[in-house]
Structures are given as structure tokens and as C-alpha cells.
């Protein structure tokens, strides 16, 4: 069976990047320019029998992994999936994951993963507004029967006219309507020939968090990935080690995008897969099979940190921990660095097409520096990912925060289904608009101040959340905090400061603007109100903190009180 790359790819997903760029970025060596599958295979081909994937199953090598992809992939055709297509994927950490990821880029198709636990009204949003060809679910993820309920809504709603497949991943009785992922996992593919795509179209669609009122998709293609996304892990890997990633996010989510595209494909690594997220278990995949890096969110290694109350961490082989989705304050780095012995990293990234980190430095830079300017200081931007500029504000002056925009090797191609987006948050010349505000250091340091749709406007002053997170972190009591806006019809908006205290203390919030006053903090930014969180941030089925989930605890908690102006 031979797969022919299909023209409509690149009509269907319109790269904003200059043509000349994108071929000038291949020409320095920023991009492998080659696509995926063919990566993945020549890794394959080098050393059949490394590892590939430890999941809660036990392991697959490299040759079993691409075994099982090229089954699925010739499968995949056979339920009608071709070059060009999008594959919706809603499957937990594993190596059906992975392996799926292989077979839809073999195929020239376009993947779309979401983590489970993200609704069925959001799964038919998002297939629905990609055009996805087939959709592989998991029949039962912790109670949700993601397969059936897709099935069912398909057959009855009438918003997925493109959808052919729903296919069911994982034990049980396949539902009504549904096509076997086990069955597809035994085609016979001794006839396969994959497909050629060119790398600079596209081969998977991120999902931001859903920040907006429908999370946004953004097309990427094989050297946005392999390259952009893969130069950043690479400056993370001394003496080009072959890395062993433990991912504690989902794959299916943005910051999982650098697991088969990234840590496989292009660095031929290994993937330590837990299907979902505790503590323990963490900890326990840490000292069983000693991975080179942990991926995950701040709050997951805060979380960590408590079940080690003496300090002691197992044994490891740790180069990092690679933490985003939110800022890590320097109290609970400091200490994570003392406890795993390792470097840890705080990676500002996004979605939609920005990246940046401080690298493998004994100290962050958060910490190189720690006065010398407002925001969060994240590291100087390595060209070979994307170059940053601050484009200043209306009515801003040279040197003040301004929006953050980036454009580079990883820039993605477009949004899809939303020309609106491309408008909004993209020009004319392919720079993405993060929507973050920062600042570049005279050294060229990049400082992360806030984010524009996060400031909170208390009677017509704005206030930063990120700015006053940054401050509380460093208060003796406080282990997390996240600070969010309500609504008041006083002000418009006050500010709420969502702590998790440290175990043993009980912070006030007239102590919390104590410690602010201190810092020099001006008093308007104060938060007034403060919500005691006594379990754990919430987080997003992306593993970011859910700052909806929170506005919504803290509305009912304060529902009409109005608090004396700061």
C-alpha cells in the first residue's frame, strides 16, 4: 500500500510565514526538513531495539513501536482516513498515543489530540470545527465513556458532517457505531509505503488550554516541531544525550506536542508515560526507570515536593525539570534544585507560537537577577526557536512592557477554522501576538510581566496578576497561589489571591499585604479578598491551573461583599 501526499494539505492550512523564511530557516539547519515519520524511522532503522516508550504496560522498543504504527496507519486508510485529513485523538498518556501519532503523520494525515477529561460538547467543537475525518476515544477513561458518548452525539447532532470514524480505544465492549482500535492494531502492513509530506506543511493541531470561550487550534507542521520545538529541548541536552523524558503532562495537550514529535522523532529519546497524574506515582516513575527530565507544571512539582517532607528525593539520574503552563516562584525552585539535585527549568511557552527558557544554569534566570527588573525573567531567546521582540503598547513608550510577539523556526502555520484568529493575533509578516506583556533586559533577557486578558481593571487601574503571584510567593506561609479578578459592582473588578498554605500555617490576608507593603508593592495592586485553597490548585485536563475553576470558588465564597478600597 502506497500513500500519495494529497495537494489540499497546504490549501487547507495557509502558512503566514514568508515562503523564503521558512526555506532560509532549513538552510541554516534550524529544521531537519524532513517530515516525522521519515525522523522516526531513520531512528528506528539506527537502533531497533532502544526504548521507546515505558508506559504502565511495561515497555516497546523502537521497532515494536513502528511495528504497531504502520499497522494502525494502513488501518487508518482503510476507514477512510487520507493525506491531508484530520485525525481527532483523545487517548490517555501511553503507547497507543504515541503510536498513533506515528501512523496519522506515515499516513501524510494531520493529528488533533485533546486530553481526556475535556467534555464531549468540547470534543465535537473542536472535530467539528477542524473538519476531522475519524476520531480515536478511549471507550471508558476514570467513569467518562468518551467512545459512546462521541458516537451518540455524532449520529444525532449533525455537527460533524466530515466525521467517517469514531474509534474506540482501550478494554471493554466496543459501542454501537464504533470501529475497534485493537482490530486496526492488526492490519496487515507488509505492503505500507509511507507518505512524503513536505515538512513545512502541516502535521498536528495544538489545542490552547481554552482560556478563550473556545479553545483555539493552531496548525503546526514537521519542522515547526522537529525543528523549532526540538531546538528547544536540545539546548537541554548536554553532550547531545539521548534524552529520557518523563512526561506528567498530557501528550495531547500543547506541552505534550515535544513527546513523539520532539523527544522521539528528533532525538531518538525515550517516553516515561504515566496515563494520569498523581504524587505518588510520580515519584515512583522517577525512581523505577530514572529519566534525564520530568516535564510537568509547577503545582505537580509542588505536590511532589510535600510527599518528601525530610527532603530526600529516590536516587535519579535527573539532568532538569522542564516546568510551564504558569510562573515557578524562586522559593519553590530553590528548593526543588536542592531536593532532585538538578537543574530546573521554567519554560515560557505557549500554544500559539513562543518559547523561551534560561537552559541548564546552576542558578535561573529568575534567580541571576532577582531585583533588577519587574516580571519574571525567563532567558535570553535562542534564534534556532523563535526571535521575540516587545511591540509597545497604544500610547507606550520605548522601554516600557509592551505585547510580547515571536516568529521563528517554530512558528506555526496558522489558526484553524478561525480566520478571525489570524487576524487578531498574527501579521502580516507570520509574528504571532502572544498576548503576553514582557520586556527584553539591555543583556536581552526576556521579562514576562502579565498577560493582557488576565490584567484586572479595579476602577479603571489595571493590575497584573502574574506581578502580585510573583510577590505573595515569596510570603513564608504560602506554598501556591494564583491571584484571579471578580467581579464587584463597586469597582468593576477587585483582585482575589487563591493561596494554598504551606502545611501547618494559616495566612491572613492583612499579613499577606503586610508582606506586599514590604516588597514596595503599591497598594492598589493589594488582592482583597483571599480564598484558602486547602487541597491543591485545581488544574485544566491540559495540566495548567484552572483559572476559570477558581473565579468561580471565589464568586461564590464573596458574592456581593464589597471590601474598603487599598
Given at each position: 500500500?502506497?500513500?500519495?501526499?494529497?495537494?489540499?494539505?497546504?490549501?487547507?492550512?495557509?502558512?503566514?510565514?514568508?515562503?523564503?523564511?521558512?526555506?532560509?530557516?532549513?538552510?541554516?539547519?534550524?529544521?531537519?526538513?524532513?517530515?516525522?515519520?521519515?525522523?522516526?524511522?531513520?531512528?528506528?532503522?539506527?537502533?531497533?531495539?532502544?526504548?521507546?516508550?515505558?508506559?504502565?504496560?511495561?515497555?516497546?522498543?523502537?521497532?515494536?513501536?513502528?511495528?504497531?504504527?504502520?499497522?494502525?496507519?494502513?488501518?487508518?486508510?482503510?476507514?477512510?482516513?487520507?493525506?491531508?485529513?484530520?485525525?481527532?485523538?483523545?487517548?490517555?498518556?501511553?503507547?497507543?498515543?504515541?503510536?498513533?501519532?506515528?501512523?496519522?503523520?506515515?499516513?501524510?494525515?494531520?493529528?488533533?489530540?485533546?486530553?481526556?477529561?475535556?467534555?464531549?460538547?468540547?470534543?465535537?467543537?473542536?472535530?467539528?470545527?477542524?473538519?476531522?475525518?475519524?476520531?480515536?476515544?478511549?471507550?471508558?477513561?476514570?467513569?467518562?465513556?468518551?467512545?459512546?458518548?462521541?458516537?451518540?452525539?455524532?449520529?444525532?447532532?449533525?455537527?460533524?458532517?466530515?466525521?467517517?470514524?469514531?474509534?474506540?480505544?482501550?478494554?471493554?465492549?466496543?459501542?454501537?457505531?464504533?470501529?475497534?482500535?485493537?482490530?486496526?492494531?492488526?492490519?496487515?502492513?507488509?505492503?505500507?509505503?509511507?507518505?512524503?509530506?513536505?515538512?513545512?506543511?502541516?502535521?498536528?493541531?495544538?489545542?490552547?488550554?481554552?482560556?478563550?470561550?473556545?479553545?483555539?487550534?493552531?496548525?503546526?507542521?514537521?519542522?515547526?516541531?522537529?525543528?523549532?520545538?526540538?531546538?528547544?529541548?536540545?539546548?537541554?541536552?548536554?553532550?547531545?544525550?539521548?534524552?529520557?523524558?518523563?512526561?506528567?503532562?498530557?501528550?495531547?495537550?500543547?506541552?505534550?506536542?515535544?513527546?513523539?514529535?520532539?523527544?522521539?522523532?528528533?532525538?531518538?529519546?525515550?517516553?516515561?508515560?504515566?496515563?494520569?497524574?498523581?504524587?505518588?506515582?510520580?515519584?515512583?516513575?522517577?525512581?523505577?526507570?530514572?529519566?534525564?527530565?520530568?516535564?510537568?507544571?509547577?503545582?505537580?512539582?509542588?505536590?511532589?515536593?510535600?510527599?518528601?517532607?525530610?527532603?530526600?528525593?529516590?536516587?535519579?539520574?535527573?539532568?532538569?525539570?522542564?516546568?510551564?503552563?504558569?510562573?515557578?516562584?524562586?522559593?519553590?525552585?530553590?528548593?526543588?534544585?536542592?531536593?532532585?539535585?538538578?537543574?530546573?527549568?521554567?519554560?515560557?511557552?505557549?500554544?500559539?507560537?513562543?518559547?523561551?527558557?534560561?537552559?541548564?544554569?546552576?542558578?535561573?534566570?529568575?534567580?541571576?537577577?532577582?531585583?533588577?527588573?519587574?516580571?519574571?525573567?525567563?532567558?535570553?531567546?535562542?534564534?534556532?526557536?523563535?526571535?521575540?521582540?516587545?511591540?509597545?503598547?497604544?500610547?507606550?513608550?520605548?522601554?516600557?512592557?509592551?505585547?510580547?510577539?515571536?516568529?521563528?523556526?517554530?512558528?506555526?502555520?496558522?489558526?484553524?477554522?478561525?480566520?478571525?484568529?489570524?487576524?487578531?493575533?498574527?501579521?502580516?509578516?507570520?509574528?504571532?501576538?502572544?498576548?503576553?506583556?514582557?520586556?527584553?533586559?539591555?543583556?536581552?533577557?526576556?521579562?514576562?510581566?502579565?498577560?493582557?486578558?488576565?490584567?484586572?481593571?479595579?476602577?479603571?487601574?489595571?493590575?497584573?496578576?502574574?506581578?502580585?503571584?510573583?510577590?505573595?510567593?515569596?510570603?513564608?506561609?504560602?506554598?501556591?497561589?494564583?491571584?484571579?479578578?471578580?467581579?464587584?459592582?463597586?469597582?468593576?473588578?477587585?483582585?482575589?489571591?487563591?493561596?494554598?498554605?504551606?502545611?501547618?500555617?494559616?495566612?491572613?490576608?492583612?499579613?499577606?499585604?503586610?508582606?506586599?507593603?514590604?516588597?514596595?508593592?503599591?497598594?492598589?495592586?493589594?488582592?482583597?479578598?483571599?480564598?484558602?485553597?486547602?487541597?491543591?490548585?485545581?488544574?485544566?485536563?491540559?495540566?495548567?491551573?484552572?483559572?476559570?475553576?477558581?473565579?468561580?470558588?471565589?464568586?461564590?465564597e464573596f458574592p456581593t461583599e464589597h471590601a474598603q478600597a487599598g
Amino acid at each position: 500500500m502506497t500513500v500519495q501526499s494529497s495537494p489540499r494539505l497546504s490549501s487547507r492550512f495557509h502558512d503566514l510565514v514568508p515562503v523564503a523564511l521558512r526555506r532560509a530557516w532549513a538552510a541554516e539547519g534550524h529544521c531537519p526538513d524532513l517530515d516525522l515519520y521519515a525522523l522516526f524511522r531513520a531512528r528506528r532503522i539506527a537502533d531497533p531495539y532502544a526504548m521507546a516508550v515505558i508506559d504502565t504496560h511495561g515497555e516497546v522498543s523502537y521497532a515494536e513501536l513502528d511495528h504497531r504504527a504502520r499497522c494502525l496507519a494502513v488501518g487508518l486508510a482503510e476507514a477512510g482516513v487520507c493525506p491531508g485529513d484530520v485525525v481527532g485523538v483523545q487517548l490517555p498518556n501511553g503507547r497507543e498515543a504515541v503510536a498513533t501519532d506515528l501512523a496519522v503523520a506515515a499516513l501524510g494525515a494531520v493529528v488533533l489530540p485533546f486530553p481526556v477529561g475535556r467534555g464531549s460538547r468540547e470534543a465535537l467543537s473542536l472535530l467539528g470545527r477542524s473538519g476531522a475525518r475519524a476520531a480515536i476515544v478511549a471507550t471508558e477513561h476514570r467513569g467518562v465513556e468518551h467512545a459512546r458518548e462521541l458516537a451518540e452525539l455524532s449520529a444525532s447532532s449533525g455537527e460533524l458532517p466530515a466525521l467517517r470514524a469514531v474509534i474506540a480505544a482501550g478494554p471493554g465492549s466496543v459501542p454501537d457505531g464504533c470501529l475497534s482500535l485493537a482490530d486496526l492494531f492488526r492490519t496487515d502492513a507488509s505492503a505500507f509505503t509511507p507518505a512524503r509530506p513536505d515538512p513545512d506543511t502541516a502535521t498536528r493541531i495544538l489545542v490552547s488550554s481554552g482560556s478563550e470561550t473556545e479553545p483555539k487550534m493552531v496548525a503546526y507542521s514537521h519542522n515547526a516541531l522537529a525543528g523549532g520545538r526540538g531546538n528547544s529541548l536540545a539546548s537541554l541536552l548536554p553532550d547531545g544525550m539521548r534524552p529520557r523524558c518523563l512526561f506528567l503532562v498530557p501528550l495531547g495537550s500543547a506541552f505534550g506536542s515535544s513527546g513523539t514529535a520532539v523527544t522521539l522523532a528528533r532525538h531518538g529519546g525515550s517516553l516515561v508515560l504515566l496515563d494520569h497524574f498523581t504524587p505518588d506515582g510520580a515519584l515512583e516513575a522517577i525512581r523505577a526507570h530514572r529519566p534525564t527530565h520530568v516535564l510537568g507544571v509547577p503545582t505537580m512539582v509542588r505536590m511532589m515536593l510535600d510527599r518528601l517532607p525530610d527532603g530526600h528525593a529516590p536516587q535519579t539520574r535527573l539532568t532538569a525539570l522542564v516546568l510551564g503552563g504558569s510562573a515557578l516562584d524562586a522559593a519553590t525552585s530553590d528548593e526543588a534544585r536542592r531536593t532532585f539535585d538538578c537543574a530546573v527549568v521554567n519554560l515560557y511557552g505557549s500554544a500559539d507560537g513562543v518559547h523561551c527558557h534560561g537552559g541548564l544554569s546552576t542558578r535561573n534566570a529568575a534567580d541571576e537577577a532577582p531585583d533588577s527588573g519587574p516580571g519574571i525573567a525567563v532567558g535570553r531567546p535562542d534564534p534556532g526557536v523563535c526571535e521575540i521582540r516587545i511591540a509597545p503598547l497604544p500610547g507606550g513608550t520605548s522601554g516600557e512592557a509592551g505585547e510580547i510577539i515571536a516568529r521563528g523556526p517554530m512558528t506555526p502555520l496558522c489558526y484553524v477554522g478561525a480566520p478571525e484568529l489570524n487576524m487578531r493575533y498574527r501579521t502580516a509578516d507570520g509574528w504571532v501576538r502572544t498576548g503576553d506583556l514582557g520586556m527584553l533586559d539591555a543583556d536581552g533577557t526576556l521579562r514576562v510581566v502579565g498577560r493582557l486578558k488576565d490584567i484586572v481593571i479595579r476602577g479603571g487601574a489595571n493590575i497584573s496578576p502574574a506581578e502580585v503571584e510573583g510577590e505573595l510567593s515569596s510570603h513564608p506561609d504560602v506554598r501556591d497561589v494564583l491571584c484571579v479578578g471578580v467581579p464587584d459592582p463597586l469597582m468593576g473588578e477587585r483582585l482575589a489571591a487563591c493561596v494554598v498554605p504551606r502545611p501547618g500555617r494559616k495566612p491572613e490576608l492583612e499579613s499577606l499585604c503586610a508582606h506586599l507593603d514590604a516588597r514596595g508593592l503599591e497598594r492598589r495592586k493589594h488582592p482583597e479578598r483571599l480564598l484558602l485553597v486547602t487541597d491543591e490548585l485545581p488544574l485544566t485536563p491540559a495540566g495548567k491551573p484552572d483559572r476559570a475553576a477558581l473565579r468561580e470558588r471565589v464568586a461564590a465564597e464573596f458574592p456581593t461583599e464589597h471590601a474598603q478600597a487599598g
